[in-house]
């Protein structure tokens, strides 16, 4: 996806420049937070776990910093978008090698992230043909296909590809994500793919046709949430997204939990819901079935779920299955 190695340090330095809002004091108007408007970030507290609370404009927000701060630092930041929500960058620093880097990069993620109705929809976490020939209820099959499914979906091939030069993943790995089937840049830096330049940017750093995969890369990121659409076999479609839950403040590295919701149709059961958060302590399991038959079928084997779960070793905290109506 990119147009050479060094620019994978770069575009790192791109995402490290973001700030991201995690709430506010009280009811604070945002009418003065224009797109492109600069301000200054006071901070008031800093937490161990990366957020601060800051005074921006004699408004209290509760910001997640890039980079350790301390009481009474002051942070100069952009505004970089207020729809579906606010979002900040930090200003270029004083140094200046590292001030011009990083004023292409604001500009560069600036861009992507407020233009992204010129730019096609991404497409690298939606699968074309299914994942599996036949249907099968091994599932351990699923599992490692649904695996595979987001490990080649392009949304960490940066990670992969410096997995490869470091020899600790195959070429063969590489080959099977969507950014190594985009076709070479003529001479005039320009694709057989029709996509409208980023305003602000002559050049840019990644493949052209490879803006709306970064955006998705960027907003994964800022969000901690990956939605993947697709087939699982012929005629069963399934959407899955997958994410870390915030970890509250003041709780340790083993305190993380990770949410996966499944949403699909199946013969037996329906249309069903699936949440399953994962800890240390062990999986709960929240199944929303549309059908009041499928809710009754998994009813019936909550019990049995829960056994094979205590079999495999993993400790159920809790099992509900909840019927929605038609």
Do not use: C
Not at 77 to 100: D, H
Not at 270 to 286: P, T
């Amino acid at each position: 996806m990119l147009n050479r190695l060094a620019d994978l340090v770069r575009l790192r330095a791109y995402a490290d420049t973001l700030v991201q809002p995690v709430g506010r004091s009280g009811a604070v108007s945002l009418s003065n937070l224009e797109v492109g408007s600069h301000v200054t970030a006071l901070i008031e507290l800093a937490r161990a776990d990366g957020t601060v609370r800051a005074q921006i404009d004699g408004q209290a927000f509760e910001l997640r910093l890039p980079m350790q701060a301390r009481p009474g630092d002051t942070i100069a930041m952009q505004v970089t978008a207020r729809e579906p929500q606010l979002r900040f960058m930090l200003e270029p620093g004083g140094e200046p090698s590292p001030q011009t880097a990083l004023s292409e990069t604001a500009r560069f993620i600036t861009a992507l992230l407020t233009e992204s109705d010129k730019l096609p929809p991404a497409k690298v976490a939606t699968a074309g043909p299914p994942l599996l020939d036949t249907q099968t209820d091994d599932s351990k099959v699923i599992a490692v296909a649904l695996k595979n499914a987001l490990a080649e979906s392009g949304m960490f091939y940066e990670a992969h590809l410096a997995q490869w030069v470091a020899e600790e993943r195959p070429l063969t790995d590489l080959m099977r994500e969507p950014q190594s089937r985009l076709l070479p840049l003529s001479a005039d830096g320009k694709s057989l793919t029709t996509t409208d330049d980023v305003p602000q940017l002559r050049e840019l750093p990644v493949h052209r046709d490879a803006l709306a995969v970064v955006r998705q890369q960027l907003q994964t990121l800022e969000t901690q949430q990956m939605v993947w659409l697709g087939r699982l076999w012929p005629g069963q479609h399934i959407e899955w997204q997958v994410g870390e839950e915030p970890t509250p403040q003041g709780a340790a590295a083993e305190e993380r939990e990770w949410q996966s919701t499944l949403r699909l149709t199946l013969p037996r059961l329906g249309e069903i819901d699936a949440a399953i958060s994962l800890s240390s302590r062990g999986v709960r399991v929240n199944v929303r079935a549309v059908s009041e038959r499928g809710a009754a079928t998994l009813e019936a084997n909550r019990q049995s779920l829960r056994e094979r779960l205590l079999d495999a070793g993993i400790t159920p905290l809790g099992i509900g299955v909840v019927h929605v109506g038609e």
